[in-house]
């Protein structure tokens, strides 16, 4: 539902939220950016063609990889994050401390998968 | 003091999608799991390298391993699998387009178009689900 306030983007991020905002903001992001990145694959695939390769180099290309395995592993923790916060309510007094454990265990699973993109890239395989 | 009684949830169509929300997110991890730990078993440490690994952990559709040093495909392809993808098809798209929901309803007010809006993301999800059986049969 939607309410009638007239906050701008800038106001919006002035907000001091903190962790569990940002995370809000990034699982929407995450999400929305899945949903374009799957999207993208089965239109390529239904359409084949030169047009589908076309599409197939963008979301093939490093750049676009990085995001899609940072969307996929953040919106997985922070989902579990929000399914455990919702099972046991008494932990939402420690949903801060929840955010920055979140960020301990995306930060060593995507920089390694990271990293082994890269360095193969780089290595030209 | 008399403790505050709290009306029974109603099952209406919020509730029901936020339940499943939560169960589909830990099921399509699990999915995820199943997918990896049967491919490295399978012989996958050897036999591909880890992009092929990855998208295999995602949907585990044999067109997804066509091009690795897998030495026959017998047991990549098959009924389990086949189930398994479906599976996976079901939970994450309606997870994904059911979030797309409840993004555009947040930047929405009720009314003719957030209806019009539900409409498209149905048959969205509809077409993607009959593409997903249709991928799935026809590997």
Known sequence: ?125 | MRSRTVPQPAWNLEYAMWMFTRLSGLAIPLFGLIGITAALIMGARTQMDLGTLVRWTFFPNVSHVMNSNIPDYMSWGGSFWQIMELMIAFFGLTHGFNGLRVVLEDYTNPGFWQVFWRGIIFLLWLFSFLAAIYVVISS
């Not at chain 1, 750049?63 to 994050?81: A, D, E, P, S």
Request: with cysteine; aromatic share 16%; charged share 15%.
């Open chain 1, 1 to 125: 539902m939607a309410l009638k306030r007239k906050v701008g983007l800038f106001e919006g991020l002035r907000y001091k939220g903190g962790g569990p905002m940002l995370a809000w903001l990034l699982h929407r992001i995450s999400g929305l950016g899945m949903i374009v990145f799957i999207a993208l694959h089965v239109i390529a695939s239904l359409i084949g063609g030169d047009f589908g390769i076309a599409i197939n180099t963008i979301y093939e290309s490093l750049y676009c990889q990085l995001f899609i395995v940072f969307f996929v592993v953040y919106h997985g923790v922070n989902g579990l994050r929000i399914i455990v916060l919702d099972i046991w309510p008494k932990l939402v007094e420690y949903q801060r401390e929840a955010t920055w454990l979140e960020w301990f265990i995306v930060l060593p699973i995507y920089g390694l998968t990271a990293f082994i993109m890269v360095s193969r890239f780089l290595a030209g395989e």
